[in-house]
Structure formats: C-alpha cells, structure tokens
C-alpha cells in the first residue's frame, strides 16, 4: 500500500508540466483490488483548488474520475487522527495537510507516498516516490 499526495491529482486536473506522467501512472489505479489512499481533507482540498481556476463541471469530472479508481480508498480522519497531527506538525516542522499525511501513513502502516512534494523527504519513516519511479508499487 501507499498514499497518493493530492499533487499527483492535480497535477492532471489542472493540467500542469508533469500531467503526462501523472496520467501514466493514474491509469494503472483504474482497476484492481485497492492499492493506495487519499484522504477525504486533501480530496476536499483538491476540489477547493480546482473549483478556483476552472468551472463546477471540472470539479464534477474530477469526482468522476476519483470514483473510477478502484484501487484507491478514501481515508477519513477521525478526531484523534486530528490531535495526533497538531501534534506531529512542531515535532516534523510541516504544515497540517502534510501532518495529516504523516499520521494517516502511520495509522494504515503505508510507508510510501507518491508525491513531487520535497517536504516529504526529510522524514525517516517514509520514502517518497514521483510517478515516474513509482510503476512498481503498482
């Protein structure tokens, strides 16, 4: 298992420099038995960021497609997974949506994320992969 960072997401959705190779690797998320997670604050977060540069029809073809991957699960915080994260955030000096990352990692024992986020390289618990090198989690 491992944790898909919303970056990867977006990356498509707003079609960004590195969106071919997201899609690459997202296709292989359309079916199979689940593989990865995302939790339901960065897909919430996601549909933020979409619904401030494009239309409510993006946003609803983005839910679209989320729901075509059946490989992917939703994880939902609970409250403790909240206060664990305010925890994590002065101990790993990250803000709360990679905190959040970090705890919901620890509570599903997923210690890779697919991610073009940096931040997540100076933590020792995981390993941090871009799409391209990812294929084999897959």
């Known amino acids: 298992m491992f944790f898909l960072d919303a970056n990867i997401l977006l990356e498509v959705m707003l079609s960004q ?14 079916k199979g038995p689940p593989i990865c997670y995302l939790s339901d604050f960065l897909l919430y977060s996601m549909l933020l960021t979409i619904l401030r540069y ?5 946003a609803q073809k983005f839910l679209s497609i989320i729901s075509s991957y059946e490989r992917l699960l939703i994880y939902r915080p ?3 997974d909240l206060e664990t ?17 970090i ?4 509570q599903t024992s997923t210690d890779t994320i697919v991610s073009f986020d940096h931040h997540f390289d ?12 990812a294929h084999g989690l897959l």
């Open 17 to 30: 420099k590195q969106a071919d190779e997201c899609v690459n690797f997202l296709q292989k998320l359309e």
């Open 78 to 80: 609970t409250l403790l």
């Open 122 to 133: 100076s933590i020792p618990q995981i390993t941090r992969m871009e799409p391209k090198d």
């Open 103 to 106: 705890t919901i990692m620890q």
């Open 85 to 101: 994260t305010l925890t994590k955030m002065p101990q790993l000096n990250l803000d709360f949506d990679d905190a959040l990352v």
């Open 54 to 58: 494009e239309s409510p029809k993006t």
